[in-house]
């Protein structure tokens, strides 16, 4: 059976948020500074990527929106080297907390950009997310991290804006744009990073970051931007928000408050009704129109 358009978009942000929640907890394992963490992550990833990216037909298309690419890559950029250095200086539950904004700019982008109108059920959503999230805000030592705090804050605002580029220019090519932006992570960290004074085992886990988990992660994500809202796509950034604790918590015993806990049981749940209202809509689309089915 084929799947819908949305069915397919459901299925590839989920794995790349799935994939993207253990950014966190690779960061603390990687125990080091977060300048020398971005710069591997983010020279890893052009490498990998960058070898994907160097083709004819690649590169073909990156000469049909040249400012779009470079105003993605920039962002993607920013968000990979904004997101390390907020792990560094705050609590994971924290940082991803402050990322679950990332719907709402989003949203407020797609609105004003692009004239994209935002689903009720979606504006419902995020609402209803943000009061979990402000459950979260309410544990220990939140009020102490206000560096990190911003650097996530910064990170949220980069995401919606990356998010609704991808939306407004789906021709943009996006192993180009994410090779792009790990590229320039990297030159942003460069002057401030000691990237050989690793050992084994702290390379070996930025190893796994930098070829493995963020670029599929960010390639998932990305690419869900062509049968998905820019609003709906960040909105499943929030499932970061509880896998990402719950991973720091069992591996590290970096224990969340009770308000934690019980904030993202409510975005979970949230954002189970919200997948289930969405295919409940395409089957009836379906329905009505038999023949229209995702390629």
């Known amino acids: 059976m084929q799947l819908s358009i949305y069915q397919r ?7 790349g948020v799935v994939l993207l929640s253990f950014d966190g907890l690779l960061v603390r394992l990687a125990d080091t500074d977060g300048f020398t963490i971005v710069f591997w992550r983010g020279f890893l990833m052009f490498c990998v990527l960058g070898l994907f990216a160097l083709n004819g037909r690649r590169l073909a298309t990156l000469r049909l929106r040249p400012f779009a690419s470079l105003v993605s890559a920039t962002l993607l950029g920013m968000i990979s080297t904004l997101f390390v250095l907020a792990v560094v200086n705050a609590n994971v539950a924290n940082v991803v907390v402050i990322l679950s904004t990332a719907p709402l700019f989003a949203a407020i982008f797609s609105r004003v950009f692009l004239g994209e109108r935002v689903a009720l059920r979606t504006l419902v959503a995020i609402a209803l997310c943000m009061l979990g999230m402000w459950l979260v805000f309410l544990g220990e030592g939140a009020a102490g991290m206000l560096v990190g705090n911003l650097y996530a804050l910064a990170a949220a605002l980069a995401i919606g804006g990356n998010l609704t ?4 220019y789906p021709e943009i090519d996006r192993i180009i744009v994410i090779a792009g932006g790990g590229l320039l992570s990297a030159a942003i960290a460069w002057p401030l990073a ?4 690793l050992d084994a085992p702290r ?17 998932l994500i990305n690419s869900a931007t062509r049968y998905l809202p820019s609003t709906e796509v960040a909105l499943f ?23 934690t806990l019980a904030g993202g049981v409510m975005v979970i749940t949230v954002l189970v009704v919200h997948a289930g209202l969405g295919l409940h809509r395409e089957r009836q689309r379906l329905r009505l129109y038999p023949g229209v089915v995702g390629k």
């Open 194 to 197: 000691t990237p050989f004074a």
């Open 237 to 259: 950034y929030l499932v970061e928000t509880a896998l990402g604790t719950l991973w720091v918590w069992w591996w590290l015993g970096e224990e969340p408050s009770a308000s």
């Open 203 to 219: 390379f070996g886990v930025l190893a796994v970051m930098g070829l493995v988990q963020m670029p599929l992660a960010t390639v």
């Open 9 to 15: 978009g459901l299925m590839i942000v989920i794995l």
């Open 165 to 168: 580029v991808l939306r407004r």
